[in-house]
Each structure stands twice: as C-alpha cells, then as structure tokens.
C-alpha cells in the first residue's frame, strides 16, 4: 500500500487556508485567477516552522520541557540508535541537537521523573534490541550513564502508570514477539529510577497499540490493546495486587491503527477512541463508556486514511479536540462537541509527506498549546499556538 502524499497538492500552501488559496495556486501556474467572492472567515495567524533531521529513519518525537528550565523541547528517536534532543530557547527556536544513544532502532519514548529527584528522565524502547533504556536526567539536558532491562520481543510501545498503587511510576510495553508469541510486559519502579524484571502478559494476536486508562473507575489502571487484523482490542484489568487480568475481547468494526483513551463527552469516565485509516471507507470510532468499564456502541467520523491522533484543547471551553495525522499526507484538527462527536474544525493544517508522528506541548510556556509532528522524509514540521490555526469553514 502506497503511503505517499497526494503530489499534486503541493502546489497549494495550505499554511494561507482558505480566501488565499485560488490566488496561490493561479500564480504558481503564472497566470491570473479568475475573480471570485472568497467566504467570510478568519485567516489563520498561526505560524509554522520546520526542521531538517540530519540522518535516516526517524521514528517518534515528544514536545516536553526535559531540560527544566521551562522551554519545550523536542526529542526525536532516530533508528540508528540515537535519542536527539533539541533544547528550546523559549522563542520557538532551538539549541544545536544533543544525540544520546539508547540502543538500535528505537520505537517509543517517555518522558518522567521515575527516580523522583526533581528532574525529567527518559524511557525507550527498542524494536531489536528487546529492551528499555533509561536515561536519568542529573538537570539541564545532560543524564547518567543508560540503564537497560530486558523486555519482550520486538517492543514498540510504552505507557507509563502506578499499577501496584505504591506511588512510583511503573512501565508497561507492547512487543511484536516471534513465532507467534505476543505480549505486553510490565515493569515495576522502585521509585528510584531502577525497575523489577519485566512480567509478561500474553495478547489474544500481534498487537499494534496501546493505551492505559481506569476504564471501570475502581482506582487501578487498565490497559487496552489494539489487536492486529482482528478487528479487535484486548482488555487487561488492573487487579488490587498490581498485576493484569487476562485478557478480555473488545470487538471493532475494523483493523485497527492507533488507539487513545480519554474523557469526550464529560462525564469523567475514559472513552475509546480507534483510528480505521486502512478501512474502506476510512473513519475514527468512539466508544463512549458506559460505566464499570463497558462502552457503548461504535460512533463514527468518517476521515479519508485516518492514522495516529492526540488530544489538545483548540479553544477554552475544556472540550477536548482532535489533530489527528492521515495516510495520505494531512494533518486534521477536529472539534470536539462536547457529546462525543467530533467535526473539522479547519481546512487541513498540512498536507505534504506522511506524518508518522503527532505531539503536542508548548515551546515559550504560555498557555497555548504547540504542535509539532515528524513526516516520513525525515522533517519535524512544529505550528505555534495551535490554536490561533482554526479557520471557520463555510456554513
């Protein structure tokens, strides 16, 4: 399957949205546009910068102040080995990277406080190299000597949570596996920065994402299991000692690509969210919960290829929204409504080279969120005040 923009939409600068465009496009073809009435809307005064990647085969970025001096930076897995970390100046520009080895072809990366001194550390995980890395932050960008514990096969994801409730942070991580064996594992923090022996969990089939929440609001985390081409998410409880339940089948429509957990519709209860970007026709799905952990029937937003999605916050009403990346080479920005339905909130944000990978943070520390997403060429495109983006569509 061809991942490849639409190259024919490169010809219109999607950053002027809107009244612009027709006039964009005409000149680029070195003749006059034809007169037209645009509609009345505001342009967007949303600014967008890019960064070149020196290397191949990026794979994942987090927007987050690692360093502590209350700039967003971003960090950038390269699948050489390395973690690059550009230091924000509080300007939306960046100091020269720092690259930090973490072992080969690393797949996902956390950032926390895991041996609670104060200062941000690092968490990776690396497809071939079977393990996760931590990088403990000594202030100011600079960490220890890496530390390394064995995981599953093929790990790729993880999440970061309290499963056994004795206030340090655990890790939980998805692994491909081999020969047909997939789990996830889980990891139990000491608080000060090591951890337990991996315990795994085996999967009902190879999974593709995950996501941790307290879906049945009993004061443990749960975890939910995107299951590769079984139209299906597996569903582990948290139990009183810390450990997983075996694994309950949640049915979906469609394969499903990434999955998010979080509250849509206000009632304080964490909904599911699943991106179909390979269904025909494509869509994202809401499950909102019901209560004690059961979710509702499947609501749709049909999107073409939908692929990863974050939450963010477009305006202050506290409904959360959606920036959500596509196959085809877009980035969308969905309105929430409040009851669990969502609609574009804009013409596309960025139509160009598939974007991989989706953050959200802020650079200068205000309270208007900035996005940056990582594109299949090896380009790191970062909006500031995502908010000030959204541009009213005609009625």
Same mark, same amino acid.
């Given at each position: 399957?061809? @991942? ?7 010809? +219109? ?7 612009? &465009? ?60 390395? @973690? ?46 079977? /393990?996760?890395?931590?990088?403990? =932050?000594?202030?100011? !960008? ?18 970061? /949570? ?7 942070? *655990? ?19 000491? =608080?000060? %920065?090591?951890?337990?022996?991996? +315990? ?13 929440? *307290? ?11 995107? #299951? ?15 450990? @997983? ?21 206000? *009632? ?8 179909? !970007? ?7 799905? #809401? ?8 979710? =509702? ?6 999107? *073409? ?10 305006? =202050? ?41 989706? /953050?959200?943070?802020?650079?200068? %520390? ?6 940056? &997403?990582?594109?299949?060429? %090896? ?10 983006? +959204? ?5």
């Amino acid at each position: 399957m061809a @991942l490849s923009p639409i190259e024919a939409s490169r010809c +219109v600068i999607w950053g002027t949205l809107a009244t612009t &465009w027709m006039a964009t496009h005409f000149a680029l073809l070195g003749c006059t546009p034809p007169a037209v009435t645009p509609p009345k809307r505001a342009e967007p005064t949303c600014a967008r910068t890019s960064l070149r990647l020196d290397g191949t085969s990026f794979r994942e970025l987090r927007l987050e102040d690692v360093t502590g001096d209350g700039h967003g930076d971003l960090a950038v897995l390269q699948d050489e080995g390395f @973690l690059v970390l550009f230091a924000g100046q509080g300007d939306s520009t960046f100091a020269a990277p720092r690259k930090y080895s973490v072992g080969p072809t690393p797949r996902d990366i956390a950032v926390a406080d895991i041996n609670e001194d104060g200062k941000k550390d690092l968490l990776v995980v690396g497809h071939f190299s079977n /393990a996760l890395t931590v990088l403990l =932050g000594t202030g100011g !960008g600079d960490f220890q000597e890496a530390r390394s514990y064995p995981l599953g096969n093929h790990s790729q994801k993880l999440r970061l /949570a309290d499963f056994n409730a004795d206030g340090h942070l *655990d890790v939980v991580t998805k692994n491909a596996g081999s020969g047909g064996f997939f789990n996830i594992t889980v990891l139990m923090g000491r =608080g000060d %920065g090591s951890f337990a022996a991996a +315990v795994p969990y085996p999967t009902t089939g190879l999974p593709r994402d995950l996501g941790i929440a *307290d879906i049945d609001s009993d004061g443990r985390t749960d975890v939910l299991v995107a #299951i590769t081409n079984q139209n299906v998410v597996d569903v582990f409880r948290g139990q009183a000692d810390g450990t @997983l339940s075996a694994p309950a089948r949640l049915d979906l429509s469609e394969d499903p690509l990434h999955l998010e957990l979080f509250d849509v519709n206000g *009632d304080a209860a964490a909904d599911l969210l699943v991106s179909h !970007g390979l269904a025909s026709p494509g869509h994202l799905s #809401i499950y909102l919960n019901q209560g004690e952990g059961t979710f =509702g029937p499947e609501r749709r937003v049909g999107l *073409d290829s939908p692929d990863a999605f974050v939450s963010l916050h477009l305006d =202050g009403d506290g409904t959360p929204d959606l920036a959500v990346s596509t196959l085809e080479g877009a980035v969308l920005l969905l309105k929430g409504t409040g009851d669990g339905s969502f609609s574009p909130a804009s013409a596309p944000l960025y139509q160009g080279n598939w974007p991989t990978a989706l /953050a959200v943070g802020t650079l200068d %520390g205000d309270a208007h969120p900035d996005m940056a &997403w990582l594109t299949s060429k %090896g380009e790191v495109e970062i909006t500031h005040d995502i908010q000030s983006c +959204v541009v009213k569509l005609p009625e």
